[in-house]
């Protein structure tokens, strides 16, 4: 799950798309540099708490981690929901609970993402009919709270405001704009703003869509079969 959760990041040099191996290698820093900018961060609450959520739960501050996760959560981050439902499976920070789990992770996989779509199918699997029962009951007050239905209208009116507080117009033009961000050390650095104010991190319809890319990836595993043995007639007769 924390690999789930971490992922998505390198995958954004993708939307930029091809403009040679230099000019792409250019493009990946930059994006690295805004993606991980307090100034962006802080107009971007889904991001802002997922990313304080994964240092806490890395550090081993579980219920701070949690409290961060059910903030991202509720602007329709679904790493965050997924990750509030993994840790509700395995008592993590929190009283371990299989039904509210499952409801946290039904919610995590509501666009078909794959990776939550799988953990959410083994999680029913396991429940017994008591707590799959328990699980739909409790999950109607989740989606309620933290459904796309809900959520995704909350982070459309910060991204909105957010663009034009930020850059003072409400047209969202960003001409010869540059940025300042925090570089290591604390120093200031400067980004051109046609990379800080790209279209896809802000225009609600855009940002889904770039989240969509990143997580609907199907990230497919790899088993590895050694060579073919024939089956003993022996070995056969007891095995029947």
């Known amino acids: 799950m924390k690999q789930l959760v971490s992922a998505g990041v390198a995958a954004v040099a993708l939307a930029f798309g091809t403009a040679g191996v230099k000019a792409q290698e250019q493009r990946v820093v930059d994006t690295d540099r805004v993606l991980g900018s307090e100034a962006f961060l802080s107009a971007h609450p889904d991001l802002q708490n997922r ?11 579980l219920e701070e981690a949690l409290t961060y996760f059910r903030r991202a959560a509720r602007y329709a981050d679904k790493p965050s929901q997924a990750m509030v439902g993994e840790m509700l499976w395995k008592g993590e920070g929190v009283a371990r609970d299989p039904a509210l789990a499952y409801a946290w992770m039904d919610l995590a996989a509501e666009r078909g993402y794959p990776g939550f779509t799988i953990i959410r199918e083994r999680y029913w699997a396991e429940l017994d009919q008591a707590q799959r029962e328990d699980a739909v009951t409790r999950g109607q007050d989740i989606y309620a709270e933290y459904g796309d239905e809900v959520a995704q209208p909350r982070i459309a009116t910060v991204l909105r405001r957010e663009r034009r507080r930020m850059t003072g117009s409400r047209t969202g033009f960003v001409g010869t704009l540059e940025v300042l ?48 043995e024939p089956l003993r007639r022996d070995r056969a007769k007891d095995d029947d």
Do not use: C
């Not at 104010?197 to 225009?203: C, G, S, T, V």
């Open 181 to 228: 961000i925090a570089g290591p050390g604390g120093i200031p650095q400067s980004i051109s703003g046609d990379r800080f104010y790209d279209a896809k991190f802000w225009e609600p319809e855009l940002y889904q869509a770039w989240h969509d890319a990143v997580w609907m990836e199907q990230r497919e595993g790899r088993v590895n079969i050694g060579d073919i």
């Open 51 to 61: 990313h304080r959520g994964t240092l806490a739960y890395e550090e081993g501050r």
